[in-house]
């Protein structure tokens, strides 16, 4: 569960002491997460509300009776968006076969329920704005969503190749995983450019950034399992539920650091409980990033537009 004012108010720092060094925020760095947190306990969660088209989206996504060309219809009237969709269903990964699907509602078919909330959220927060355009603050929203989609087509991969979660499923967690570090960018823009170098900034944000983003979630009406993961992700085995989802993003937030620098590899899988329990070694990790390496990276770009 995403924690509650009253845990977090067990855990607020003794003191709040500043340093004099000319690089030291006015407020401890773990203060300055903690009274985001709190915000968002309290409701008061300033991230920009999703955009009409994704909200729309959501509904129909929701309605039991809604048809396929009913669905269609709404994602249709954001052309940008039809056209991602549409990229995602005839990339390499989700499209092996390479016959090119040209149909909206064969495209929808083809994603499913899911990767089409997915992709109309992630497109929608893409679009936005975010950090009211500040160019220092640009290449580290970037680098969010970078990460966010690689850790997205992992997961889609270790879901389908363990059987541990449904693909579907854990892509969309992937692609959510850090929109707690998101929310920290944004809202406080010159601490997380200023000290984006600070090992302490850096951690705090790392520990902090999966409860921030369980309470977005949901706020945003998120799936309860989706939303679960995410928050805990952080949470050592022995303080939560072992569940798949949860040891697939895991694993898959682990392995996204080995995609450019494959000697970590060994250590990565050997020092995660989430591999065992997945049944993936060294090896199989290996032989995986070999067999499915062209599709990840085809399924990032089509998740980032690039």
Known sequence: MPPTTERMSAIEPESASVSTSPRTPKLRPDAVVLKLSRELAAGDVRLPSLPDIALRVQKVLDDPRASRSQVAKVVSADAALAARIMKLANSAFLNPSSQPITDLQRALTQLGHQLVRCSAVS????????????????????????????????????????????????????????????????SEPRTFTDF????????????????????????????????????????????????????????????????LQRE???????GAMAFQRLHLSTDDCTRLFAAAGEQIKALRAALTGG
Not at 164 to 185: F, R, S
Not at 234 to 244: C, H, K, L, S, W
């Open 264 to 270: 970590l590899l060994d250590d990565t899988v050997t």
């Open 123 to 186: 497109f929608s927060l893409q679009q936005m704005q975010l950090g009211g355009g500040s160019e220092a603050l640009r290449p580290h929203i970037r680098e969010i969503w970078r990460k966010g989609a690689l850790v997205a087509a992992i997961s889609y991969v270790l879901a389908r190749e363990t059987g541990a979660a449904k693909p579907d499923v854990a892509l969309m967690c992937g692609l959510m995983h850090n929109i707690g570090e998101l929310y920290i960018a944004i």
């Open 196 to 259: 984006a170098d600070d090992e302490a900034w850096r951690g705090m944000v790392q520990e902090w950034h999966p409860r921030i983003a369980g309470l977005i979630l949901k706020h945003w009406k998120f799936p309860a399992d989706i939303t679960a993961a995410i928050a805990h992700q952080n949470v050592p085995d022995a303080e939560r539920e072992i569940d798949g989802l949860t040891d697939v993003l895991v694993a898959s937030r682990a392995l996204e650091t080995c995609v």
